[in-house]
């Protein structure tokens, strides 16, 4: 995952106070990236490495914007995100995250597959700091 930052960085705090954002990619370095990007911008994101962690975490915390890495070990983004929305199904909740598929040029052929599994939206890779916001403030609408 490359981020690409242009431009102001901050966001405005009354956008929507304290999101639960979560970052699902298997690469190190991207991790680390994502960390030091959602800092500049004024939040704060939790890691996992792969898919099966991700939806261990969400049970715990239930986070409100998860962006997914659709390629990963032990359990994929598509996979993750059916076990969430089974989860927030099976467990009655109001609460449903928005869940992002992130994905380098092949995410042209399974953009359709990504909605029809639950998630809301998708990036390609390279991520730009001007989506990362945008998706921040859909939370508030």
Known sequence: MIFIVS?????????????????????????RLALLIFRQIGFTC????DGMEAFEMYKQKRYDLIFMDIQM???????STQ???A???DSETLHRAMIVALSGSE??????????IGMDDFIEKPIRVESLREYISKLSS
């Open 7 to 31: 431009g102001s960085t901050k966001i405005d705090m009354e956008i929507l106070k304290d999101p639960k954002i979560m970052l699902v990619d298997d690469n190190k370095v991207n991790q």
């Open 46 to 49: 939790d890691i996992a490495s």
């Open 73 to 79: 070990p032990v359990l994929d983004g598509m996979e």
């Open 83 to 85: 076990l969430i929305r």
């Open 87 to 89: 989860f927030e199904k």
């Open 107 to 116: 995410l042209n052929e399974n953009k359709g597959a990504c909605l029809e």
